[in-house]
């Protein structure tokens, strides 16, 4: 019975040394050079790339629950939210968090954080690896999504303030990147992918002005 206890606390101990932030690096930054709060609002763009991030519908879907990076780089996309369950007020780098939309989503999506499905028909392209579209989720792919954590990585470079993010599943497969993949009609999907074309995004905070212009809309 000593053992079983003794084994239960390591675990209860494992799980929350995890989130600690000694255990990732420094703090995201934001445009303005801030760090980014757990469970913050920002427009996602990608400035040397393309436009934020959004939500569309794809192939047949008849609900927009796919997640793409607009193509207007003028465009911030629609607001994010980043959030921890550790009781933190600031996300670090390597810190496992949800990612989704702020606003409404579809009605015919119960929840606007991002997922990743193991479903690849919409990719078929056998030079590109294994891709994993990321979407919203919905009751048709409540079944076949992969369970894991986002994590926000910071570029090598010390003069700038942009990053990427990976997707690192449960089962302690590796972490690929979060990119971008055009389907057949110039669309940037966002995937997840071994050898993703990566795109390098900042986060600009969202203002009380912008929140609630989104929020009467």
Partial sequence: MKNTTSFALFLLCAFFTSYLPSATGAFVLDSDGNPLE?????????????????????GNETCPITVVQHHDPTCKGFPITISSPARIRYISEGLNVNIGFTFRPPPCAPSSLWTVLKDQSEHPDPYEGVILPVKLNNEDNNNNTVPGWF??????????????????????????????????????????????????????????????????A
């Fill in 38 to 58: 757990n469970g913050g609002t920002y427009y996602v763009p990608a400035p040397n790339n393309c436009g934020g991030i959004e939500y569309t519908t794809s």
């Fill in 151 to 216: 994590k926000i990585q910071k570029l090598p470079l010390d003069f700038i303030t942009t990053y990427y993010i990976v997707f690192c599943p449960l089962d302690q497969s590796p972490c690929w990147s979060v990119g971008s993949n055009f389907d057949q009609y110039g669309n940037r999907h966002l995937v997840v992918a071994q050898f993703a074309r990566r795109p390098d995004i900042e986060f600009q905070k969202l203002s009380y002005a912008s929140r609630s212009t989104h929020s009467s």
